[in-house]
């Protein structure tokens, strides 16, 4: 038994049954995106360097009547170590991947004069290089299947010039770069690719560690909806852009943010 989506929200029936994979799927936005797929009935594969987190997810979603996601704790800086569990979870789940969600990432923070040269390199092989080559993975899979979905996890962050994480900046805003890079070369064996770029989502980590009563202002000012964004709201612009219902978007970016950019 699958769990069903709100009856106010969208099912979409070329969902199911579909295999998806996810980086960074564990925590916070990576693991909504997760469970908004496995309550869509896709069969699900995830990454994720924080193993605990990713096995309380996956009894969770199996308790709550979903199929129990495939995942693996995977450092993403290990190219070789995501790849070969790309492999491996496809092996396990009977098959190539129609829809890949490169979300991992990390935002901490740091100043211009900080920055040696081995921690920019650390910060693309987290926020940058991952996606890459996650693609390069899957994409045998879907020219075999006849098509699938890329949807690339970017950011608004670097266009609304918000400070304090250049390095992150610089990894963000190539995500537009490789969605649109690639959408002609993966168009051709129908394969779409397209950026979910997020504002201030009230992940858990973002709670604890930035939203202060600074924080509440600047939301309230700076967004056109009172209300505070979710990890499902971004989840649920991945899910249209992985469906059929998108068959004819790509090389596009497309904001959740609640107005602010």
């Known amino acids: 038994m699958t769990p069903t989506p709100s009856p106010a929200l969208a099912v979409y029936p070329s969902l199911r049954g579909r295999r998806v994979f996810v980086t960074g799927g564990g ?20 990454v994720d360097i924080a193993e605990a987190a990713s096995r309380e997810l996956s009894q969770q979603l199996e308790g709550e009547g979903g199929r129990a996601p495939w995942w693996r704790a995977c450092d993403v800086t290990d190219v070789a170590a995501l790849q070969q569990a790309i492999a491996d979870a496809a092996l396990a789940l009977g098959g190539a991947f129609s829809v890949l969600v490169n979300n991992v990432a990390s935002d901490d923070r ?7 040269p081995a921690y920019y390199d650390e910060r693309m092989a987290i926020n940058e290089r ?24 970017g ?3 670097w266009q609304t010039k918000s400070g304090g994480y250049p390095c ?3 990894a963000k805003s190539s995500v537009n770069g490789l969605t649109r890079g690639l959408a002609e070369t993966l168009g051709r064996h129908r394969i779409r690719i ?3 770029s997020p504002g201030w989502v009230m992940t858990e980590r973002q709670m604890r560690l930035w939203l202060n009563d600074e924080a ?6 700076n967004q056109c909806l009172p209300d505070k964004l979710q990890p499902s709201d971004v989840a649920r612009m991945v899910l249209f852009l992985a469906s059929d219902d998108a068959a004819m978007c790509t090389a596009q970016e ?7 950019s």
Request: without cysteine; hydrophobic residues 55%; neutral net charge.
């Open 27 to 46: 925590t916070g936005i990576g693991a909504a995106i997760v469970a908004a797929f496995v309550a869509q009935g896709a069969h699900v594969a995830f």
């Open 110 to 116: 740091h100043t211009l004069e900080s920055v040696t």
């Open 130 to 153: 991952p996606a890459f080559f996650a693609i390069q993975a899957v994409a045998p899979g879907m020219r075999a299947l006849g098509g699938g979905s890329v949807v690339n996890l």
């Open 155 to 157: 950011s608004t962050g």
């Open 168 to 170: 992150y900046a610089v």
């Open 194 to 196: 397209n950026t979910v």
């Open 216 to 221: 509440e202002a600047t939301i309230a000012r």
């Open 254 to 260: 497309f904001k959740v943010d609640a107005g602010w």
